[in-house]
């Protein structure tokens, strides 16, 4: 008989890798997503999908009692980290409340693990290279949520005996992105900014760093956890190594996409200046599912799929809670 496994967010960017990989590892999927941002033509066709939110505690528990999981891949979140801060109520519902309710149902019915992908949001400010022992101090509420949400985890396991793996991946790209979201996902904003013949916007100097990581260094490694039990009840780090500047990246994707680099600079935004973390532990036990894409690979890869479909329009955030300080682009 099949492993049965939900994935939240299974018609998102790293959900639906994640659906194929399991799919291909002969797992039966169900797919919840509410369409908030992905579409449903990334899901797997051999993938069950269901429309609706983790937030819906009333159809959670369904199919939970219908299908009764061996395992759940969370990954549905609304992970805007800087508009997070005006959205709080919206935040907290989608990214907590909405875990919490997968949480609840995964110990009711008996869950063998519950996989989270959790974000090196936790953290916080100057603390990089960021490792697993590292302290959480995040600063924005979609941290706040994200390390909540670990937090309980460690409690339904000491209390309830869940099995978990979370997983702190960080500035995730690739094939089936949503580049039209605005507020979130840097290159996809800067390669529909280049097919929409805008300028790149970079906040502040430019000068902030990521490590920009390649979908297929990351989705294969979540799919996979389950069935290596000396991860579980552990928490890795995931992504790329190197770490470099927004400036750098919009060079990179420039000249990906066959065009002059040209910049609008902004007002600089509260975020993080440097953010990239140490891969040591994930390393260790899944080195043998990484590959290591370099960025320019990646972005080549990528840049491919994004001018085979072409530009999406950018959709305005409808319900902004707090608009003081709220960076102009945005209102």
Known sequence: MKKKALVTGGAGFIGSHVVDHLINGGFQVVCLDDLSGGFVENVNSNAEFITGSITDIELV???????????????????????????????????????????????NWKVKCFVFTSSIAVYGPNQVPMTESTVPMPEDPYGIAKYAVEMDLKEAKSMFGLDYIIFRPHNVYGNRQNIGDKYRNVLGIFMNQILTGQPLT??????????????????????????????????????????????????????????????????????????????????????????????????????????????????????????KNLPPSWK
Not at 273 to 289: I, M, N, P, T, W
Request: aromatic letters at 12%; one cysteine or more.
């Open 61 to 107: 528990n369904c199919l939970f009692e219908k299908h009764k999981f061996d395992y759940v891949f969370h990954l549905a979140a609304y992970a805007a980290e800087g508009l997070s801060h005006f959205i709080k109520r919206f935040n907290y519902e989608n990214n907590l409340i909405g875990s919490i309710n997968l949480i609840n149902a995964s110990v």
């Open 202 to 323: 970079i906040f502040g100097d430019g000068e902030q760093t990521r490590a920009f990581s390649h979908i297929d260094d990351v989705a294969p490694v979540i799919a996979k956890s389950v069935s290596r039990s000396d991860c579980y009840n552990s928490i890795f780090n995931i992504g790329a190594d190197i770490p470099y500047s927004v400036n750098t990246l919009a060079k990179v994707v420039s000249d990906s996409m066959g065009v002059e680099c040209k910049i609008n600079y902004l007002e600089a935004r509260k975020e993080v200046v440097h953010a990239y973390s140490s891969h040591d532990k994930v390393q260790e036990l899944f080195g043998d599912l990484i590959q290591g894409i370099t960025l320019e690979k990646g972005v080549n890869e990528m840049t491919e799929w994004v001018k085979n479909h072409g530009a999406k329009e950018s959709v305005k955030f409808k319900n902004i809670e707090v608009y």
